[in-house]
């Protein structure tokens, strides 16, 4: 079983950047891929970014590509989302989640979600 916690959610100017924090417990968490997810209004929730149980690989989705960074640190049960140059489509609820039982990063199968947080980039 895996718990996430998200935080670093905020309203945020077009252009202006935000770190997201997932905080994880559990003992799976450093042997599993991590992913964040959105979802905007009235929109399906959207795949944005994996990283493997390592930091080995990762996966970006195109629209956020050269903007948005995950990362992970496993000492500290905790996986990120750099988001620079926001727009306002970007706006959302931000979701982390955790595919308890794969490794490498991954676009779907994913067991554990957080509650979310949200981002709002107003123009």
């Known amino acids: 079983q895996v718990q996430l916690v998200e935080s670093g959610g905020g309203l945020v100017q077009d252009g202006g950047s935000l770190r997201l924090s997932c905080a994880a417990s559990?003992?799976?968490?450093?042997?599993?891929?991590m992913g964040w997810f959105r979802q905007a209004p009235e929109k399906e929730r959207e795949f944005v970014a994996a990283?493997?149980?390592?930091?080995?690989?990762?996966d970006i989705t195109d629209s956020v590509e050269g903007r948005f960074t995950i990362s992970r640190d496993n000492a500290k049960n905790s996986v990120y989302l750099q988001m620079n140059s926001l727009k306002p489509e970007d706006t959302a609820v931000y979701y982390c989640?955790?595919?308890?039982?794969?490794?490498?990063?991954?676009?779907?199968?994913?067991?554990?979600w957080g509650q979310g947080t949200q981002v709002t980039v107003s123009s």
């Open positions: 989640a955790a595919a308890g039982s794969r490794r490498y990063a991954v676009r779907s199968g994913y067991d554990y």
């Open positions: 559990g003992r799976t968490f450093s042997s599993s891929a």
């Open positions: 990283i493997s149980w390592n930091s080995g690989s990762t």
